[in-house]
């Protein structure tokens, strides 16, 4: 009898288990699909738990509001022949539905605020860039920190036939560039960010980064990735008709790399201007 009743709880938790799992699965997809993006810094992490918080929050107001009103309309309903109370100015309860709404925005501003507060710090930075966004490619100039005097545009590289369906669209459709912002894992980078004609916004959802590049204005934001890869990010403010034409493709690669690839480009600008005296000076002689 015993071994009955243990192989039917085994076989019990192996069913539910079999169950549970393409439900666990399916939430897991859910999750990624459709939840903000997989976090790539600190800030991205704490804006991630903070976004849960509050939709957890949301999600339990909804579920005690709608259940007293949908339990209220039922149980008292005319038809049972309920007489509705009578009771007026019950001090009890506009004093408990202020204090309790009350009380959760303190909750949340307690747990939102130092996350707001820090996206805000952008002193001590280890590397200064400014992306200055155009109609419709952002612009790179390396301020301060290692890599500094680099410059450089960063245009879209999808080509027109993928837009228009003449090609089929590969998997880094509208999300390519020819020059990425490269930036070394581990520092914290600040963005100073400005425009050339309207109002662009530079977003880069797995850092948890994102400030409208004002034209004649200047805001700056702040990232420390914390892996290295490929990051994707687009311009976040309606900008003119190829706004969705100029993403924004961030390269975070390990310090040595990112001292090589600092190299590479200085070297470059140092042929360029070697080029462009040698042309001023053959210029001269004629
Ligand atoms: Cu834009």
Redesign the pocket.
């Known amino acids: 009898m015993n071994k009955l009743i243990t192989s039917a709880i085994q076989k019990l938790g192996l069913l539910s288990a079999g169950l549970l799992m393409p439900v666990w699965a399916l939430a897991n997809d859910m999750t990624t699909k459709y939840n903000l993006r997989t976090p790539a810094s600190g800030m991205a992490e704490d804006i991630y738990g903070l976004h849960n918080f509050l939709l957890a929050v949301c999600l339990v107001i909804f579920v005690v509001v709608f259940g007293v009103m949908f339990y209220s309309m039922w149980a008292h309903r005319k038809s049972r022949g309920h007489k509705p109370a009578d009771f007026h100015e019950s001090h009890t309860l506009e004093i408990a539905w202020t204090i309790v709404p009350f009380l959760i925005v303190v909750v949340i501003g307690v747990y939102a605020t130092p996350v707001v507060m820090a996206q805000k710090d952008t002193t001590n930075a280890d590397i200064t860039v400014k992306a200055t966004?155009y109609?419709?490619k952002w612009g790179y100039d390396y301020l301060k920190g290692e890599g500094q005097g680099i410059s450089f545009l960063s245009t879209l590289t999808t080509p027109y036939e993928q837009r228009v369906n003449q090609q089929p669209k590969t998997n880094d459709y509208l999300s390519e560039v020819d020059n990425p912002l490269v930036v070394p894992v581990g520092k914290k980078i600040r963005v100073v960010t400005t425009a050339n004609d309207?109002?662009?916004?530079w977003m880069v959802p797995a850092f948890g980064v994102k400030q409208d590049?004002i034209p004649g204005f200047v805001r700056d934001t702040w990232f420390r990735a914390e892996r290295v890869g490929t990051f994707n990010g687009h311009?976040a403010?309606?900008?003119?008709k190829d706004?969705a034409f100029?993403p924004i493709v961030v390269r975070v690669v390990t310090p040595e790399e990112y001292t090589a690839w600092v190299n590479e480009q200085k070297a470059k600008t140092a042929q360029v201007q070697q080029a462009g005296a040698q042309v001023a000076q053959v210029a001269q002689v004629k």
Not at 198 to 201: G, N, R, Y
Not at 237 to 240: A, F, Q
């Open positions: 966004g109609q419709w309207v109002i662009h916004a590049a311009c403010e309606l900008c003119g706004h100029m």
